[in-house]
């Protein structure tokens, strides 16, 4: 009996609380997708429940760390589970609209890996299904929720930049792991969908919808080597309907050099002050009020968060990060972004621009949009 039951009035037992309430969540491909399962430990309106992958090993090393989750190499099964309210998608981006699809006829909203879809078909496929069922999307774009990008973003809002004039984004990432994991990517898609899905959905967070885009691009010589049938390096200019003006570049057979330009990078220059946010790393750089550099670097405090304590282990704080978003959302009938059609719209300025490179000229997004099934942009 411990000390505090023998003070008069003092109950012996806690008060019993109600469990919190969570979307439980089935998670498909568990190469990326493991992330997301073991993430989950630091949310508290989601949590897994669920696994699917056609590779068994895989399914057996995720059964290793989880061994509470349902496993199956069956994505029906899955479905047809009543435990599963959300499906989180991190399959080769081909399936992904079919699987969307599908999950909304399943009755589940549905958690996507960018990019939401890399073909035509598949916008106009799942954004017939969404309207048709009035299930949920949720794009997953990490960047949005990795820390120097929040905390970027939280400042612009308070108005710490002032008006913005100019978005300047990056990603660069050498990429032949990628070919060797993911054979598909030198045929069955394009870097502008893939790698460039960062910094594109960067400016349609920050410019609003892209009324116009002029792309170039090029294939490195480590895309020939692969077979590379598009192109891995792209500079693109965006106009907003607003006016606003950006500008994106990727470099997929990139040499890197980490101490000089990260990964993936965004510069806002705005009226009143200007900000960078950058991953790996996790600097937040802006300028004070007075003209002051100002530096901040959470990465001693939140390396396990975000990192999961591997040497930059990728994702797993962003993973949760947007999970417990999109749950909370879910929840609380509150809105959130990008949602299905905000992913669509950025998947129609990522064809825009695929286009731009291979002909020269300028395309207007908007057309885009009304092929995919859309409105006109706005």
């Known amino acids: 009996m411990g000390f505090i039951e023998h003070i008069p009035g003092i109950r012996r037992e806690p008060p019993r609380r109600p469990a919190p309430v969570q979307k439980r969540i089935?998670?498909?491909?568990?190469?990326?997708?493991?992330?997301?399962?073991?993430?989950?430990?630091?949310?508290?309106?989601?949590?897994?429940?669920?696994?699917?992958?056609?590779n068994a090993e895989k399914i057996e090393a995720a059964r290793r760390e989880r061994p509470d989750l349902f496993y199956t190499r069956e994505y029906a099964e899955l479905l047809a589970r009543p435990d599963v309210d959300v499906v989180a998608i991190y399959t080769p981006d081909p399936i992904h609209g079919a699987q969307i699809a599908q999950a909304f006829e399943a009755g589940k909203d549905?958690?996507?890996?960018?990019?939401?879809?890399?073909?035509?078909?598949?916008?106009?496929?799942?954004?017939?299904?969404?309207?048709?069922?009035?299930?949920?999307?949720?794009?997953?774009?990490?960047t949005r929720f990795f820390e120097p990008f929040a905390r970027q973003r939280r400042a612009f809002e308070a108005g710490e930049v002032g008006d913005l004039e100019l978005a300047?984004?990056?990603?660069?990432?050498?990429?032949?792991?990628?070919?060797?994991?993911?054979?598909?990517?030198?045929?069955?898609?394009?870097?502008?969908?893939?790698?460039?899905?960062?910094?594109?959905?960067?400016?349609?967070?920050?410019?609003?919808?892209?009324?116009?885009?002029?792309?170039?691009?090029?294939?490195?010589?480590?895309?020939?080597?692969?077979?590379?049938?598009?192109?891995?390096?792209?500079?693109?200019?965006?106009?907003?309907?607003?006016?606003k003006i950006g500008r994106a570049?990727?470099?997929?057979?990139?040499?890197?050099?980490?101490?000089?330009?990260?990964?993936?990078?965004?510069?806002?220059?705005?009226?009143a002050g200007t900000s960078l946010a950058q991953y790996h790393d996790m600097r937040y750089v802006h300028t004070a009020?007075?003209?002051?550099?100002?530096?901040?670097?959470p990465l001693y405090a939140l390396r396990h968060y975000y990192f999961n304590s591997e040497v930059h282990g990728?994702?797993?704080?962003?993973?949760?990060?947007?999970?417990?978003?999109?749950?909370?959302?879910?929840?609380?009938?509150?809105?959130y972004s990008p949602d299905l059609e905000e992913g669509l719209e950025t998947f129609c300025i990522m064809e825009a621009v695929r286009r731009s490179a291979a002909s020269g000229a300028p395309v207007a997004v908007g057309a885009v949009i009304e092929e995919a099934g859309g409105g006109a942009a706005a």
């Open 26 to 54: 089935g998670v498909v491909g568990l190469h990326e997708g493991r992330t997301l399962v073991l993430g989950l430990d630091r949310a508290t309106k989601a949590r897994a429940v669920a696994a699917c992958d056609l």
């Open 110 to 142: 549905v958690i996507c890996t960018k990019p939401l879809v890399n073909s035509m078909a598949g916008a106009r496929l799942i954004r017939e299904a969404g309207r048709r069922t009035g299930r949920k999307l949720f794009v997953g774009q990490s």
């Open 168 to 243: 300047d984004a990056h990603y660069i990432h050498r990429m032949d792991w990628f070919y060797e994991k993911s054979p598909w990517a030198a045929g069955a898609t394009d870097w502008v969908f893939l790698g460039m899905s960062h910094p594109i959905d960067l400016l349609r967070w920050y410019l609003g919808p892209i009324e116009e885009v002029q792309a170039l691009g090029r294939r490195s010589a480590l895309g020939a080597r692969y077979g590379l049938e598009g192109f891995d390096i792209y500079i693109v200019n965006a106009r907003a309907a607003s006016g």
């Open 249 to 271: 570049m990727g470099h997929y057979g990139v040499h890197e050099l980490p101490t000089a330009r990260n990964c993936i990078e965004l510069v806002l220059y705005g009226s």
């Open 289 to 297: 009020p007075d003209g002051t550099e100002v530096t901040e670097d």
């Open 314 to 335: 990728m994702h797993y704080g962003e993973f949760a990060n947007y999970a417990e978003y999109f749950a909370a959302a879910l929840l609380e009938g509150t809105p």
